[in-house]
């Protein structure tokens, strides 16, 4: 791979290099690039709740992921924290589902939490929710039965790469219920899940990339810090990847938007190696 801001770079990036676009339009006009999938940031950006965070968004990025991180925190709020305004933003919306599921609990007892995150949310009418994999086995097929009843399209759920719980195993699974997947970088880097790559069909069911720089200590760090066998992955996934949303899945606004520069020069330079 070829370091797009070496001295072969056009003159004109040279003279803009100094400057960090504050809005996916403007990443994609410093670059010259088109990005062909939405670019989304999460609800958690700013100290601040997740409508201050979608108001800030809302005129940098065309979605935002709205962060359910806590199950019954989450399901505790009340229209001050998601007023109905944060409808009327111009943006799209997924969501990503709590991360302290007890799958041991049962079946009744997480589908009773995910059921009411979804209405929860759907005054923003989500185009998709993002879920992390049952740590309990033969979970994820009555589940896409319990969302058909419901009815929500199992589509729409897109199970990630964990720590852990790669979606290996559970693949057969994943595609019995009829649902989709993302891929997380950093989990592929960090936890050697690269044998994720092989599955069958995969980028027919990949609808969604959870980009950041790696995973150290348990935080997400910017695209400034992959290494080139991070940035070698990511111009893979890239390349194959033809789902609707990016994801860049930083929580500090100068991380976000030092990656955001970073997607783009990198896709600038990838471009002109073509």
Known sequence: MTDSSTSNAPA????????????????????GVKFPYSVAATSFVLPAGAA?????????????????????????????????SMAELSVSWHVHMPLDFDWADGLDVIWRKIDGLIDKA????????????????????????RLRDKGVDPASFLVENIRGYSLTPIWDEVREGGYSACLDIGHILAYN???????????QHVQMLHIYGAEKRMQHRPLSEMDK?????????????????????????????????????WLSGWGDER
């Open 12 to 31: 004109s990036r040279e003279k803009t290099a100094h400057h960090c676009p504050d809005s996916v339009t403007d990443a994609q006009k410093k670059w």
């Open 52 to 84: 201050e965070n979608a108001v800030y968004l809302a005129d940098r990025f065309p979605e935002i992921a709205l962060l359910f991180f806590e199950a019954d925190a989450c399901l505790n709020y009340t229209k001050a924290g998601l007023p109905p």
């Open 122 to 145: 759907a005054f923003l009418s989500p185009h998709a929710y993002v879920l992390h994999p049952p740590t309990e086995p033969d979970m994820l097929v009555p589940l896409a039965a």
């Open 193 to 203: 899940q690269f044998d994720v790559l092989d599955l069958p069909a995969l980028w």
């Open 229 to 265: 066998a991070g940035q070698d992955l990511l111009r893979t996934l890239l390349g194959n990847f033809t789902g609707r949303t990016l994801t860049l899945e930083l929580f500090n606004e100068h991380g976000l938007f030092q990656s955001l520069d970073l997607l783009g020069q």
